[in-house]
C-alpha cells in the first residue's frame, strides 16, 4: 500500500514558518514528506532535516524528496532526539520545526499495523516497529487499573472504569490478540444506548496508542529543547488532533512566552524569569471550509505557532 497522508493546514504552516531560502528546517514527523515538499520548493542555499521514526514513511519520505538532492537529510528516528541527531550533523541551530502529530491515512488503513478500529488485524500500533511494546501486550498485561487509567486520561472515555473490566475478564478465557476481538469487549462493555455517539472503540482505541508510543510524555519532554533549537525568528509550528495534545502545546507556549513566577500584586518582576518568545497564534488556526471537504479527518486539527527570540 502507498503510504499517503493528507497534509492537514498546509498552506497555514508553510505560511507560518516564514520560510527564508537560505534556513535550516526541521519536519520532526516526516510522514509521506507533504509538508516537507513544500519546504524544500522554499529553498536555495537553505537545508532540510526530515525525522521519522516509522520505517514506511522513511522510504516514502525519501523517494518524494529526492529531487531536492543533498539539500535533504532524512533521519530515522524519534523526534525526541531532535537536538542529537542534527548535533551529529554539525547543526545546533535551525530557522524552523514543523510536528504534525496526526496518524497517517496509511498507518491508520493498513490492516497489520492494527491502528484502526476499522479494519481487523493485530494489535499492534506501533509507530516504530523496532519498540517491543505493542498494543496486545498492554491489553493482555496491564492490571485493570493500569487500563481504566490509561483509558479514562488518555481516551476520556466515561465508561474507562467497565471497558477495564470488561478486558481483564475477557483475557482469562484466551489472550486478545486483534482489534475486531477488543471492539467486541468494548462494544460490550458500554450500554447499547449509549452506543450513538461515533465508534465506541474510538477513544480505547486512541489511549492504547498514547500508552504504546508513550505520545504526551514524549511531546512533552521535547518541546522545551525544540524552542532550543531555534534561531532569534525562528518558528515553532505544532498541529494536534486532540485536547491532551493541544494542552500541553498550549500551557508550554504560554509559559515560554511569559514565565514570570511573581505575584500579580508585586510592581515588578523579580522572579528573574525572560520570556524566551512570542506565541503567534493566540487561538489556534483551524482547517478552512474547502479541507474539511476534501479531508474529514482533519476537522479536529489546531496549529499553534510559536516564534524564537
Same mark, same amino acid.
Given at each position: ?171 482469562? %478465557? #484466551? =489472550? $486478545? ?14 450500554? *447499547? +444506548?449509549? &452506543? ?85 497564534? %493566540? #487561538? =489556534? $488556526? ?14 479536529? *486539527? +489546531?496549529? &499553534? ?5
Amino acid at each position: 500500500m502507498e503510504f499517503n497522508h493528507y497534509s492537514v493546514l498546509l498552506n497555514e504552516t508553510i505560511e507560518n514558518l516564514n520560510i527564508k531560502p537560505d534556513g535550516i528546517y526541521v519536519d520532526g514527523t516526516l510522514g509521506g514528506g507533504g509538508h516537507a515538499f513544500e519546504v524544500c520548493k522554499r529553498l536555495e542555499n537553505g537545508r532540510f532535516f526530515g525525522i521519522d521514526q516509522d520505517e514506511d514513511a522513511i522510504k516514502a519520505a525519501s523517494r518524494r524528496l529526492s529531487e531536492f538532492g543533498d539539500k535533504v537529510t532524512v533521519i530515522r528516528s524519534n523526534y525526541c532526539n531532535m537536538k542529537a541527531v542534527l548535533e551529529e550533523r554539525g547543526i545546533t541551530k535551525v530557522d524552523g520545526i514543523v510536528l504534525d502529530l496526526g496518524v497517517s491515512s496509511y498507518q491508520f488503513d493498513t490492516e497489520e499495523r492494527g491502528f484502526s478500529y476499522r479494519f481487523d488485524g493485530p494489535l499492534d500500533m506501533r509507530m516504530d516497529r523496532r519498540q517491543n511494546l505493542t498494543a496486545k501486550e498492554i491489553v493482555n498485561e496491564y492490571s485493570e487499573m493500569e487500563l481504566f487509567r490509561i483509558i479514562r486520561d488518555y481516551g476520556e472515555d466515561k465508561f474507562a472504569k467497565n471497558i477495564a473490566k470488561h478486558i481483564v475478564a475477557a483475557r482469562q %478465557k #484466551k =489472550p $486478545i490478540e486483534t482489534t475486531f476481538e477488543l471492539n467486541d469487549v468494548i462494544k460490550a462493555a458500554i450500554p *447499547a +444506548k449509549m &452506543r450513538t455517539n461515533g465508534h465506541p472503540s474510538k477513544q480505547t482505541f486512541q489511549a492504547l496508542r498514547i500508552e504504546c508510543n508513550r505520545e504526551l510524555e514524549v511531546l512533552r519532554d521535547s518541546l522545551d529543547s525544540f524552542i532550543d533549537l531555534l534561531n532569534p525568528g525562528g518558528r515553532l509550528c505544532i498541529i494536534t488532533f486532540h485536547s491532551l495534545e493541544d494542552r500541553i502545546v498550549k500551557s508550554k507556549f504560554k509559559t515560554k512566552e511569559n514565565p514570570c513566577t511573581c505575584p500579580p500584586e508585586f510592581p515588578v518582576c523579580v522572579c528573574g524569569k525572560k520570556s524566551e518568545g512570542t506565541v503567534i497564534t %493566540k #487561538k =489556534p $488556526i483551524l482547517p478552512c471550509e474547502n479541507e474539511l471537504l476534501e479531508n474529514s479527518r482533519s476537522k479536529s *486539527a +489546531k496549529l &499553534r505557532v510559536f516564534e524564537k527570540k
